[in-house]
């Protein structure tokens, strides 16, 4: 286990690369100084021109949103910098915040936009929910699978073949599709969502039927309707922050006076869903990080923190799993607390983590240096 020497990401991140000692995150952030964005920008101008009044009064493209800071960010730039008239698409979760529900209702009232939303069949979310946390511990993969299959699907439905997401993650933090590109087409192969289904329906534990709404279109399917999916990031320079600064002054809402969170150490990223959170807190015993060491890498990047400041708080917050977290996911799937850290108890990695005499875990690792 080895440390970033920039940030405080560990090389324990998934499919994530170093080089000099220096993660792929930190040195894709950097190259934003150097590329030309006013020839990116000319790029971005032509596609759009391509598209854009394409339709007549209908929409010129789709923008794939969950209503957060960094959608707001997108629907902004399409429509007030842009000149696109975007449908919205997005996918609902199974605990949405009141502050989330305002927040997309707000990219409507403010962009004068539709939104189209899916609502999941809940019965299924929560069968699978179960599952895959006892199966793969990723609780939100049904979740996570319609948010990337609903915006392909629906944007072919309505016959529209511009696409808009936010940021090429893969590119932005490490993973397996980590080259820097414009398209979005290889977005739902980047291994989020891993390809289990075959296996529970084996299991008799899910229908295909029920699946359908979940299931990836093929690259193929995608080229041959003639989709043309992109990420704004390739063509925008890209920060969390910055979103969030852009965000506020069109009316979007931090979580603050609704609900503190334990563990973050913001409230206002991911914050449309308190149970979906989950999933982000389990990297924390499989890879030794989770949200407090992202985003603290993400402000030491952007020159808001230093990476010695940091290196205590995300010590003190990036082990709390915040208790609204665990009732939110049980009484959604109907677990009780004991069920619960008995599965949670399988998805710690011991070369990190030692469990006392009472059930208690305890790290192996100092934050910044490695293990210990």
């Known amino acids: 286990m080895k440390y970033c020497k920039n940030c405080l990401m560990p090389n324990t991140r998934p499919n994530i690369k170093f080089e000099n000692n220096e993660c792929v995150s930190c040195i894709n952030y950097r190259k934003q100084k150097s590329t030309d964005w006013i020839k990116r920008k000319e790029e971005f101008e032509k596609i759009c021109q391509k598209y854009r009044n394409q339709n007549g009064n209908n929409y010129d493209c789709a923008i794939a949103i969950s209503g957060g800071k960094d959608s707001h960010f ?27 529900r305002k927040n997309l209702e707000n990219i409507s009232d403010t962009f004068d936009c539709d939104i189209i939303s899916f ?10 929910a179960k599952k895959a946390f006892i199966d793969i511990g990723s609780p939100t993969w049904y979740l996570d699978a319609l ?26 933090y490490g993973g397996k599709y980590d080259a820097e590109v414009s398209s979005a087409m290889m977005q739902p192969k980047n291994d989020v969502v891993k390809p289990i289904w075959k296996e529970w329906f084996n299991e008799n534990i899910i229908t295909e039927k029920e699946l359908e709404s979940a299931k990836q279109p093929t690259v193929e399917e995608c080229k041959e309707f ?23 002054r069109f009316g979007f809402s931090h979580l603050f006076h609704e609900y503190i969170r334990e563990g973050t150490l913001e409230q206002y990223n991911s914050i449309d869903s308190i149970g979906y959170l989950l ?26 923190k230093t990476r010695k400041e940091m290196i205590p708080i995300v010590e003190k917050f990036d082990k709390k799993l915040d208790q609204g977290i665990v009732e939110k996911f049980c009484d959604f799937v109907n677990f009780s ?33 490695g293990i210990i």
Not at 120 to 127: A, C, D, F, G, Y
Not at 341 to 356: G, R, S, T, V
């Open 119 to 128: 609502l999941p069949n809940r019965n299924v979310e929560r069968k699978l």
């Open 74 to 100: 997108q629907v902004y730039y399409m429509k007030e910098i842009m000149k696109m008239n975007p449908v919205l698409l997005s996918v609902n979760n199974f605990d949405m915040t009141d502050t989330g």
């Open 279 to 304: 999933n982000q807190y389990l990297k924390y015993p499989k890879y030794a990080h989770a949200s407090a060491t992202e985003m603290a890498s993400r402000w030491i990047r952007a020159g808001l």
């Open 147 to 172: 948010i990337y299959a609903y915006p392909y699907k629906m944007a072919m439905k309505m016959g529209l073949k511009f696409l808009i997401y936010g940021e090429n993650v893969n590119y932005t």
């Open 226 to 248: 003639g989709l043309e999916p992109i990420y704004l990031s390739y063509f925008v320079p890209w920060d969390s922050h910055h979103n969030y600064e852009v965000a506020k």
């Open 337 to 369: 607390k004991k069920d619960f850290w008995q599965i949670m108890d399988k998805w710690y990695n011991l070369e990190f983590f030692e469990q006392d005499q009472d059930g208690v875990w305890h790290e192996k690792f100092k934050v910044g240096q």
